[in-house]
């Protein structure tokens, strides 16, 4: 078997430069996220998505540094995980809001006043959990946890990872992705396409994280990513909004108006994302893995 070939990263100044884009990047994420959770100015529901936006894109980074950093990496990436769950209930409602705005284009057979009513019980059930779960407790929580991420950020050895770790961890989470690209779209269950965007997201906030090392490459197909990651979100959305529909559920009364439009609109989400990921996946992890080092090579090329 022949070696893999690296890129052109032996000169040294590279790799430092690789490390200093990824320590860039996690400064950047840390501080977001800290601004995000001080800025009295956002709602709760604001801070939530932002905070919440914030941590996934530093577990995408603790993936992608999951070998040089080994059990740190995933200790903390659990945690973050926590932290995010804890602040899933306002967002479920949201996300329910989020689909039923979505379904303004279909015949829902909705009144004027049933459609009021049903946003007025959404709302009450995202401003229950809200003063539920996003305390000040919880704030502290999370504002202990990001002093931690700082005084460790300072500690790693970034500086000593060279761009083929990255791009090793760039593969990886590809991989990933990849292989939960359901073989008949129509038929993915929820569980399934969930999952499968939790791995989008992942590689989209990684690609995005690449854009400390080169802007362009990193920027387009983030861009990408996010068209599908959209797609996804909104079926995962329109689940959310089924489920409380359910028996029992504050959504029950308008069950049989509101499942036909949520199928009709889920197809079509599906649809679409089976186009993009079509796109977005369409090379073997191996001939991925081929083209980012070689565009790497290649502008290093350029700059020398």
Sequence with gaps: MKPRQKADMKDGPND????????????????????????????????????RKGLKRWRA??????????????????????????????????????????????????SPASAENI?????????????????????RKLSRYLDYATLSLDR???????IDTVIDGLTVTYRRARQLMPDHWASADAEH???LRRRVVEHRHQMDLIEHLWPRLGEVWAHEAQRL????GACQDLEVLSAFTGPHQPLAPWRSRLAAPIAMRRAAHIKNASRLAGRLFAEKPKAFHRRIAALWAHRQTKKH
């Design 16 to 51: 430092r430069g690789c490390g200093d884009g990824l320590a860039a990047a996690a400064r950047s994420i840390i501080a977001d996220t800290r601004g995000a959770l001080a800025d009295r100015e956002l709602t709760d529901a604001e801070t939530v998505h932002a905070v």
């Design 61 to 110: 980074l603790l993936r992608l540094l999951a070998r040089p950093l080994g059990e740190q990496a995933d200790r903390m990436r659990t945690e973050a995980r926590e932290l995010m769950r804890a602040l899933s209930g306002a967002r479920d409602a949201q996300s329910a809001l989020d689909a039923l705005h979505g379904l303004r284009k279909a015949d829902m057979n909705l």
């Design 119 to 139: 946003r007025k019980r959404l709302n009450d059930i995202k401003t229950a959990a809200e003063q539920t779960t996003f305390t000040n407790e919880t704030r």
């Design 156 to 162: 790693w050895p970034l500086r000593e990872i060279d």
């Design 193 to 195: 396409l969930h999952d």
């Design 229 to 232: 990651r959209n797609r996804l």
